[in-house]
């Protein structure tokens, strides 16, 4: 037996015209998204620094830069997985503006060189804290999202004098489906 469909040049059109229209949809959707910049990609190098204060708020967290400059956080940490960081020079003015809690900031730290201040003014306040006697290391985390889907954590590990001696990233328990409703 043959299978036999009838198509009509009404149904055929109909059937373009939806395709087009559900093109045009994603295409919207797609556009709709792109125009929705993040916080740190609204500032320009060289603007005053009132300018992302005005924005964003009084910073969270702010750090002395080695070159008079300082560093000011907008964190979204404990739950949250962004902390914006803009480096503001000695004069006041923006000199960088950027999303700190990701893999390529995360992999500038130097095992054996980094210590816990260099930690700190790179990535802020960690989300937590904890220490492992029989390591004799003490651990800080910060929360993540790499590429945009997966929900992490990342972990540098302190000996005794404060040095970064280990790093660590693994799937943030908080998003577990497995560890969900457990209590």
Not at 90 to 102: E, H, W
Not at 140 to 162: A, I
């Amino acid at each position: 037996m043959f299978n036999r469909h009838h198509f009509t040049a009404d149904s055929i059109g109909a059937t373009a015209a939806a395709r087009v229209r559900r093109a045009a949809l994603v295409c919207l959707s797609a556009l709709a998204l792109a125009g929705c910049a993040q916080p740190w990609q609204q500032f320009q190098q060289g603007a005053d620094a009132s300018t992302i204060v005005a924005r964003l708020g009084p910073p969270r967290e702010s750090y002395d830069l080695p070159n008079g400059g300082k560093r000011l956080m907008w964190p979204t940490q404990p739950m949250g997985e962004t902390t914006t960081a803009a480096d503001i020079d000695a004069t006041g003015k923006i000199v960088s503006v950027r999303q700190v809690l990701q893999p390529n900031e995360f992999y500038r730290a130097e095992i054996g060189k980094w210590t816990k201040s260099d930690v700190l003014v790179n990535f802020g306040r960690p989300v937590e804290t904890a220490y492992f006697p029989l390591m004799k290391r003490e651990v800080w985390t910060y929360r993540y999202l790499e590429d945009n889907v997966w929900y992490m954590m990342y972990s540098f590990y302190f000996d005794d004098q404060g040095i970064v001696r280990l790093t660590q990233k693994t799937p943030d328990p908080l998003h577990d489906p497995n560890r969900r409703n457990l209590f």
